[in-house]
């Protein structure tokens, strides 16, 4: 199944094959890509029609994104179960298509494998049967490209996503309670000052702000004094060098 949000980008189909759907996907402001989405046959001689295919079309000047079930993997890395990888037939033409077309495995985010077996004891398999595969234009393309392996439910595998066009942000600053805070009575007095304090709004509403509040508090506190332990931690350990 293909989907795309007609109010940033068309689709066009170029050719179609019981592998694989290739099209041009034209995205408003950002060009025209080559996206191919794939379903491997299990055998390899007949996932040869497949390279064929892809290799037909993609001799254009184009960024070009091949993602899908390869049915077909690459390593010992992208096995854990079973019988141990060898390397086959299967993976070196596989392996040898992406060298001739220039396409590129840009790595993942954990959990490492996509596909299992549903079975557990020493008869569980698991393996990276799924992956984005990118040609050079398109790399060069994208700030930061990365594929995500999302929670497996229904399916024996699990759902990847590739964001192509996804802007780097600036993160928001993370407060996070330090446990030596509670070795200080002033924190419990910050904490029950803050508290006390009005807020606006519905319960949970309330309870949000003023752990927001407490932490913040506690946060510009502990920056200032633990500032002061900090400079005596160097004199100590001087101290214990010099002895």
Not at 23 to 48: P, Q, S
Request: glycine share 4%; with cysteine.
């Amino acid at each position: 199944m293909i989907l795309w949000r007609s109010d940033i980008a068309s689709f066009t189909v170029l050719k179609t094959i019981d592998q694989c759907v290739i099209g041009d996907l034209n995205v408003f402001k950002k060009g025209c890509w080559m996206i191919t989405t794939v379903y491997g046959n299990k055998e390899a001689h007949k996932r040869r029609f497949l390279w064929d295919c892809i290799q037909e079309q993609s001799q254009r000047k184009i960024p070009s994104v091949i993602g899908g079930d390869f049915n077909c993997i690459l390593s010992q890395e992208e096995k854990r179960g079973g019988k141990k990888f060898v390397f086959s037939q299967g993976s070196l033409e596989m392996l040898k298509f992406m060298n001739d077309n220039d396409y590129h495995d840009i790595g993942m985010v954990v959990p490492r494998y996509t596909w299992c077996n549903n079975k557990v004891g020493s008869g569980r398999i698991l393996e990276r049967l799924d992956r984005c595969l990118l040609n050079s234009m398109a790399i060069q393309r994208i700030q930061i490209a990365i594929v995500r392996h999302l929670a497996r439910l229904a399916s024996d595998h699990y759902p990847i996503v590739l964001k192509l066009f996804d802007e780097t942000r600036s993160l928001a600053r993370s407060i996070k309670f330090e446990d030596v805070w509670l070795s200080f009575k002033t924190s419990e007095h910050i904490v029950s000052k803050t508290w006390k304090k009005n807020f606006v709004g519905v319960d949970m509403e309330l309870l949000n702000k003023k752990c927001k509040r407490a932490l913040n508090d506690l946060f510009h506190w502990s920056k200032n004094k633990l500032k002061d332990f900090s400079s005596e931690k160097s004199i100590l350990k001087a101290e214990i060098l010099l002895l």
